[in-house]
């Protein structure tokens, strides 16, 4: 799951694999070969192998002398197990939200080891052309899932619409907006998000649901920051395991990703222009990932 908008955010499946997994894993294929050599390929994972800057990635880094296979899936479900496995050596799909539901709930300790891009969840009105027009006592409306509803409540926080309690987390539902917050919070399906716009002061709206309604991420009162602390849990990252969070040559791949232009621009150009690129050192994505666990298990 790159998690972006062209793609459902956290998704369940069941799921094929666009490339068929040959053999075991890269390092069992040949223990002795270095990975990234002929005859050890990085192995790395992703959703849309068939978006173009992946091609100019994979010629980067063959650039750099790095032999590298990209392996597609089709959905969001199976990178993770994959990588768990040994059948990949990193991945790049999803964001430390999402990673970190993994790791709780399969017993996993995949970490993330650098930063892509966050793709900002929005505040949208058809009344009011900015947060501060917003009157006291207004309805504003969140998506209903437990990920993006999170994630549009500490939106509304940053904008100053709400507190919530201990400040929010990735795990923030509606009982924890407190009593001095400006406004009323509702929740409803994320598709329906839109649709409320006429009826309430603001939606959250998930990017999916913009252009059918004539909107774009232009239009936004608000979104999250990838440089606010709260918004690191849905920045999108390459993941690998616990073991090899420090290995030189996918540390590489993240260095190559980041300060490739042509790749970045081939992303843009596919995220609808919607991408805040990131560069969060992995020391702090790993901080949140430990943060976001805590909160999913705290939450049972």
């Known amino acids: ?86 059948e990949l050596d990193v991945n790049q799909f999803q964001h430390v939200q999402y990673l970190g539901d993994y790791n709780v709930s399969s017993g996993e300790d995949l970490q993330p080891i650098g930063a892509t891009a966050i793709y900002p969840l929005g505040l949208y009105s058809d009344k009011y052309e900015s947060v501060d027009d917003i009157p006291d006592g207004e309805t504003v409306v969140v998506p209903n899932d437990t990920v993006n509803q999170a994630r549009g409540l500490l939106v509304l926080q940053s904008a100053g619409l709400i507190a919530l309690a201990e400040g929010g987390s990735p795990a923030s539902t509606l009982e924890d907006v407190l009593p001095e917050s400006r406004v009323e919070v509702e929740a409803v399906d994320a598709a329906l998000t839109v649709n409320s716009l006429p009826d309430v002061a603001a939606a959250i709206v998930n990017n999916d649901f913009l252009g059918p309604a004539g909107l774009s991420s232009q239009d936004a009162l608000v979104a999250d920051d990838p440089s606010d602390e709260a918004a690191l849990p849905y920045v999108n990252i390459f993941a690998a395991r616990a073991d090899d969070a420090d290995d030189e040559v996918l540390l590489q791949l993240v260095e190559i990703f980041q300060s490739n232009q042509e790749v970045l621009d081939g992303l843009q150009e596919v995220a609808g222009g919607t991408a805040v690129f990131a560069t969060t050192p992995a020391a702090d994505l790993q901080a949140s990932l430990v943060e976001v666990e805590e909160s999913l298990q705290a939450q049972g």
């Open 1 to 86: 799951m790159r998690i972006r908008t062209a793609r459902p955010l956290a998704i369940a499946g069941t799921v094929g694999l666009a490339v068929a997994l040959v053999g075991c894993s890269s390092a069992a294929s040949s223990e002795s070969a270095e990975l990234g050599s002929a005859e050890n390929p990085v192995q790395l994972g992703v959703v849309g192998a068939s978006d173009p800057y992946w091609a100019v990635y994979e010629a980067a880094v063959e650039a750099e002398g790095i032999q590298l296979e990209i392996v597609d899936f089709t959905e969001y479900t199976q990178p993770n197990p994959a990588l768990s496995e040994g």
